[in-house]
């Protein structure tokens, strides 16, 4: 076997990127030039006779290089090196053969022309245990990979199927035949690239598609050939050898034969036509001719030189020089080559002069140049724009970049790099753009947005270029800087690139990803061009899910979900109002949360609870919660009931500027059922999904979202089932409506709300709820780390049955006077399968309404058979009971009112106390104005169970709020003091005058004319109303707008049998002034009654507390304050003439006023508390912080009553007798319930002039003073005589009197009031 091997050294180095064969118009091709500068001639030991095959083989490569019909290869010089070589088979061959052939060989050849190669030391045997590395796997594979890594980018190959014949290079002067029978075809070029794998021969042409299936049993082939595994250890040594011996032997000293020769050569002939072509052009030109500029210069880019010129010659001496690292003298030589190639103005050749020695320049060690770059921008002009070879400049903008990155000069390489970019060549200018956006990212100070700028760039001219692969990479790159700064508009275009380029590649879930992230950022973009994104979306992700239709649904970025905000609403919607039938209020879903009135309820319902379990709050207790929210308490998995609706409140937002339509909208769920089997043991079955007999969904066909708009969607679930329910989200299809993008600025389609929307596109997918809980603040622990507490509202268990109770308010009114009594009616109705008891209703207001009393008798039919239909139980009477009291008696435990009881929580009288499925029962309702102008909030919570108990709801609630606004009506104040008379009808003493003062305050907003005082009654269990005092001729008192009226009443005690502290039995006296009677004690009015004492019956009286046997200074202080008490009720019963609607109505109403203190004025409406004075702050401690034991003056001097008898005026002859003696009865009343000590002091107490005309001149006779003792309600007469020597007028009540109670022993005796003036008239006769 024999082989020629031409050793080249490459005039023009072949970069990577013109192995893609960029070409302009399909014309211009890249001609590789190589020239030979030695050859290698191998033969076998094995041949008969090997130096006759080395002498075939000199003679034939001196016919190619010599003879004219070879235009390939190309020879560096004419004497070219032969170096032969004795390839030696030591496996197989004969070695003594092979050193004397190879003796043979230096005799003829020499010692430096010859080289015997012994190989293949052992034979190809795999199962070797020895393992000898593939000497040639790390370049075969590289070329390998080089040449495969177009088809490894994508599923499929795109090949150019134009010009499939101007593929190969054509050669001058050789043909298709192999001539002379050698096996050396010079055909092709050596380094022309596979036409199969040139991916890109032609960018603008029609691509088509390639099956890889050959490509990929190509790379297995290649994988599993192993080279050199005959070669040992030895055999690779020896392989070393013979190159350095090839290197050191043949190949340098050959070179430096050369470069001598060239050099001799270039001082011999150079100089002579040097001189000759000097003297030629001054003897013509007759002086020196300027250097024209490089645009002046003609275009001689096809000017030839023949291979001797001397021009020429410099050249291969410079290559030479630089091919052995030679720089200097390759500088030299290249800058006289480029002053030869500029004179002949031969610019293709001065241009490759001008980079060569640059590079030079660059190369030489120790720099002792700068590096020339402006040689390097010149030859850049000329080969762009004299030669217009643009593969030249841009091979050489390459090399000059690197060059200028290697020096840190990345701004210059970055500058050079984008100068050459034209619209002539996308895949040029994508290559050299996105080397330069490298050029920006590595500077010492990185031009981070610069690089991602000119990355986009790069990715733009990739795509024009049909390079998808490679402008998807760069906008990756681009994106990586853009994504979180803030640069939407850029976000949005980098992402709706990648979307598309990922697409066009079939990278679906790229795609989807990068237009998803379009969507849910905040976007800038007009609402066209988000229409545009949307379309695309859709379009991209409809394409995904076709690839998985029974795969679970995707989740999709649009709506927004506020997930915090989701609301869970447990039970039916509530009625609206039905004419004068009006649905309990209860709760929904458009309330809004209030933190207060959620306070109020749970106390309501933990006080009806506490009631209910005798007055003890269960320690399991939790409220009853409806409405699931953000603020609710979430901790605890809710309870749903079995057939009562869930809805969930889902909150949507759109972020866009064109409308989305929601269709087919549902709730996304799991269940896991229980069923009851045996003793109450719940089994648990596995989940289920989609089931609707265990859960109803409810799916809302269409649901539109205008544009940047942020709507609810109420969802409803119906368990059919008990178990364990988890909501996971939402599931619908997303789609624009058709014609969205002409919509303006808000996005509303005229008619969007109202029928069915044409959809454009939609797809199906889901979004999950995820709710996190509240942070944890408790321990230690959760205060210093970040833990969240779990959030329950979407994982309601559904329990058994439970009753299901609904109210409603019939002639609810919502504007009442003050004080106003108005009767109404309220419907119970069990819309359940299951029956109801217990029902109680419980408000912070109980004085605000009533059911009645416990029995039939004490509330009235209704309506009454009486005048204008009242609301009150009324008694025709005669006109004799007139200005007389009619007493009836009632005891507050009838009313639900007792000692230690609980006035806000009323039990509801059902009948039977159950209320069966389907029944309802209608029951009366009487409310009453509060006192305060205004408008108030009221709530009931009605309480009720089921007659089956239930382990995990025990009871169920229904709330109401009534709103009511007030407005004026009556003030009425009242004052209670000790009367002058002792003695009643029956002899007894402890009369009191009752004032009252009624005041209409009503400005007639109402349509109220005037008001009428028809009623007053007196309630208390020691007192009661006798008669009016003074009444005036008009029965009937009549207020218009801001008249007052003044009453007086005198009040008596009870007899014994009436009061009884233990029934809790009421007295109570009507003074009618009418000819009706409302009878008090009973309903109504006794419920409003003994509610407006609620705050004061709850509280155990003092009395059961009093130890009889030793008394305390406490016990005295309780029996002193208990002179100035009085329990007195006044209640003032009216009616209201309205003119309404040109119609006159009546309306009803009552005032308490209650009385405790003797003398303090009371009032039946609240007062308001002026804000305290401010004082001065004390820094001194107090010397006596104790309060004293001892009591005031004032309730000191209520303990004895006095009252003087005598007549009014006395006749006495002063001409018969000079003084004049009156006898007088002073009455002493003991007002306390323990004896007292009594001094009457009859002396006057001052002298002074102005007393004794207020007095008189009048003196007691007989003792000046009397002590005595009167036991307990006792009453003492003391006979006086008065002493007047003159007539006139007199007042004798002067006596005064001092009182102690017995049995103290330190005496504290304390003057007692005074009575009112006691006048008398002296005449004489």
Not at 338 to 352: H, S
Not at 575 to 586: L, V
Not at 646 to 651: N, P, R
Not at 1290 to 1308: C, E, H
Request: proline share 5%.
């Amino acid at each position: 076997m024999t082989f020629i091997f031409f050793l080249t050294w490459l005039q023009r180095k072949v970069e990577k990127g013109q192995s893609m064969k960029l070409h302009r118009d399909g014309r211009e091709r890249i001609k590789t030039q190589q020239k030979f500068s030695l050859c290698m001639l191998v033969a076998s030991s094995g041949e008969a006779e090997p130096v006759e095959q080395f002498s075939k083989l000199s003679q034939e490569q001196h016919r190619i290089q010599h003879n004219n019909d070879y235009s390939y290869p190309k020879w560096f010089i004419p004497n070219t090196l032969k170096y032969y070589v004795l390839l030696h088979d030591v496996s197989a061959g004969d070695e003594q053969r092979a050193e004397s052939i190879y003796e043979e060989m230096k005799q003829k050849y020499g010692t430096q022309g010859c080289y015997l190669l012994k190989i293949n030391s052992r034979t190809s045997n795999r199962a070797s245990d020895e393992q000898i590395p593939d000497p040639w796997s790390q370049y075969l594979q590289k070329n390998s990979i080089q040449n495969q890594e177009s088809y490894e980018d994508g599923p499929c190959t795109i090949t150019s199927n134009k010009n499939s014949d101007s593929n190969l290079l054509s050669l001058d002067g050789l043909d298709n035949e192999v001539k002379d029978g050698l096996p050396n075809n010079f055909r092709a070029h050596p380094l022309q690239l596979d036409p199969s794998s040139d991916s890109s021969n032609s960018i603008d042409g029609p691509d088509h598609v390639k099956s890889a299936s050959s490509l990929h049993e190509t790379k297995k082939a290649n994988a599993g050939i192993i080279h050199g595994a005959c070669l040992t250890l030895t055999d690779h040594d020896r392989i070393r050898q013979f190159i350095q011996e090839f290197t050191f032997r043949g190949l340098l000293p050959h070179i430096e034969k050369t470069i001598r020769q060239l050099n001799d050569q270039l001082i011999s002939r150079k100089g002579l036509s040097r001189s000759l072509f000097s003297a030629t052009k001054k003897w013509f030109s007759g002086s020196k001719v300027p250097e024209k500029s490089i645009n002046e210069l003609k275009n001689t880019s096809g000017l030839l030189y023949p291979p001797e010129a001397p021009e020429l010659q410099i050249r291969k001496m410079a290559d030479l020089c630089f091919l052995v690292q030679h720089y200097d003298l390759a500088y030299s030589c290249y800058h006289t080559a480029k002053k030869d190639f500029l004179n002949d103005q031969a610019m293709l050749y001065a241009a490759g002069a001008l980079e060569m020695a640059a590079v030079s320049a660059f190369l030489q060690p120790g720099a002792p140049r700068p590096y020339p770059a402006h040689y390097m921008d010149t030859a850049i002009q000329t080969y762009r724009d004299i030669c217009k070879n643009m593969v030249l400049a841009e091979r050489c903008v390459l090399l000059s970049a690197e060059i200028l990155k290697s020096q840190g000069k990345y701004s210059e390489a970055a500058a050079l790099l984008i100068r050459l970019t034209s619209e002539d060549s996308d895949l040029r200018s994508a290559l050299l753009l996105e080397q330069a956006a490298h050029c920006f990212i590595n500077m010492k100070s990185p031009m981070v947005r610069k690089y991602a700028f000119h990355m986009i760039l790069a990715g733009h001219r990739f795509s024009k270029a049909g390079q998808k692969k490679h402008a998807l990479r760069c906008y990756c790159q681009a994106m990586q800087v853009y994504k979180g700064k803030g640069w939407s508009l850029a976000e949005d275009h980098i992402n709706f690139t990648i979307g598309r380029q990922s697409y066009t590649l079939r990278q679906l879930d790229n795609a989807v990803s990068a237009f998803r992230h379009i969507l849910i950022n905040e976007s800038k973009q007009s609402a066209a061009q988000q229409g545009a994104f949307l379309r695309e979306y859709l379009y991209v992700y409809k394409n995904v899910s076709q690839l998985s239709p029974d795969g679970p649904l995707p989740q999709l970025p649009l709506p927004y979900i506020n997930s915090s905000a989701t609301r869970v609403f447990f039970g039916h919607d509530r009625r609206p109002a039905d004419g004068e039938k009006q649905a309990a209020t209860h709760v929904s879903l458009d309330q809004e949360y209030d933190s207060e009135s959620s306070q109020q309820w749970r106390e309501l319902e933990e006080q009806v609870v506490s009631v209910v379990n005798r007055g003890v709050l269960p320690p399991n207790f939790h409220p009853t919660q409806y409405c699931l929210n953000s603020y609710s308490d979430n901790s605890r998995f809710p309870l749903a009931v079995v057939e009562e609706p869930i809805t969930v409140e889902v909150a949507f937002r759109n972020p866009l500027k064109v409308p989305l339509l929601l269709t087919d909208l549902s709730l996304l769920w799991k269940f896991q059922p229980k069923y009851v089997s045996g003793k109450d043991n719940e089994e648990v079955k596995e989940l289920v999904k989609g089931q609707p007999e265990m859960i109803g969904t409810e799916v809302i066909s269409e649901f539109l979202i205008n544009s940047e708009e942020s709507k609810v969607a109420r969802l409803k679930l119906f368990p059919h089932h008990i178990g364990e329910l988890h909501i996971l989200g939402v599931m619908y299809n997303l789609g624009t409506i058709q014609g969205s993008v002409a919509v303006d600025g808000i996005g509303a389609l005229p008619g969007c709300h109202t029928g069915k929307h044409s959809l454009s596109m939609s797809v199906r997918g889901r979004q999950d709820l995820e709710i996190q809980g509240p942070r944890l603040n408790n321990t230690k622990e959760e205060k210093t780390s970040i833990k969240y507490g779990p959030d329950r509202r979407l994982d309601p268990i559904i329990t058994e049955e439970m009753p299901l109770l609904e109210v409603f308010f019939i002639h609810f009114p919502t504007g009442l006077l003050c004080g106003e009594i108005r009767k109404a009616y309220v419907e119970f109705v069990n819309v359940s399968k299951c029956p109801l008891t217990g029902l109680k209703v419980v408000s912070k207001r109980p004085e605000f309404f009533t059911f009645g009393g416990n029995t039939a008798v004490l509330t009235p039919l209704s309506p009454s058979a009486s005048e204008n239909c009242s609301a009150y139980k009324t008694v025709v009477t005669d006109s004799t009971s007139v200005c007389t009291a009619l007493v009836s008696s009632a005891s507050s435990v009838d009313f639900g009112i007792g000692i230690g009881s609980q006035p806000e929580v009323i039990s509801v009288p059902l009948p039977d106390t159950v209320l069966l499925p389907g029944a309802s029962v209608q029951l009366p309702m009487w409310l009453r104005g509060p006192d305060e102008e205004g408008v108030h909030e009221i709530n009931f919570l009605f309480y009720y169970e089921s007659i089956k108990k239930q382990p995990k709801i025990r009871h169920r609630i229904l709330r109401h709020t009534a709103v009511i606004c007030t407005s004026r009506s009556l003030n009425v104040r009242a004052t209670v003091c000790r009367s002058n008379s002792l003695e009643d009808e029956e002899g007894r003493g402890g009369n009191m005058l009752v004032f009252v003062d009624v005041e209409n305050t009503n400005t007639s907003e109402a349509g109220v004319k005037e008001f009428h005082i028809v009623q007053v009654s007196s309630s208390s269990k020691h007192w009661k109303l006798q008669k009016s005092v003074n009444l005036s001729e008009n029965k009937d008192a009549k207020l218009a707008s801001r008249e007052k009226g003044k009453f007086c009443f005198k009040a008596t005690q009870c007899k014994e049998e009436e009061v009884t502290e233990v029934s809790e039995k009421y007295t109570f006296a009507d003074i009618i002034f009418g000819n009706e009677q409302i009878v008090s004690s009973t309903s109504p009015c006794a419920d409003f009654f003994y509610r407006s004492l609620s705050s004061e019956l709850k509280k155990p009286q003092a009395q059961s507390l009093v130890h009889t046997e030793k008394q305390s200074v406490e016990d005295v202080m309780r029996l002193i304050q208990k002179c100035n008490e009085v329990d007195l009720n006044i209640v003032v019963l009216w009616k209201a003439y309205v003119v309404e609607d040109s119609k006159q109505l009546i309306l009803e109403g009552q005032h308490h006023v209650v009385l405790r203190t003797i003398g303090k004025e009371a009032f039946s409406y609240p007062q308001k508390q002026e804000p305290p004075e401010m004082e001065l702050l004390k820094f001194f401690r107090p010397e006596n912080t104790t309060v004293s034991s001892r009591p005031s003056a004032e309730q000191l001097s209520n303990l004895i009553k006095t009252s003087l008898h005598y007549p009014e005026s006395f006749n006495h002859p002063f001409h018969q007798k000079s003084l004049c003696l009156v006898p007088v009865t002073l009455l002493l009343s003991n007002c306390s319930k323990a004896d007292v000590d009594v001094i009457v002091d009859l002396r006057h107490k001052t002298t002074s002039p102005e007393a004794l005309e207020i007095h008189g001149s009048f003196t007691w006779l007989g003792q000046t003073q009397y002590k005595l003792q009167l036991k307990s309600q006792e009453i003492h007469s003391l006979q006086l005589k008065a002493c007047f020597v003159h007539t006139g007028v007199y007042n004798l009540g002067t006596p005064r009197v001092f009182a102690k109670l017995s049995d103290q022993v330190t005496v504290f005796e304390t003057s007692q009031q005074s009575s009112m003036p006691a006048l008398i008239i002296i005449n004489n006769v």
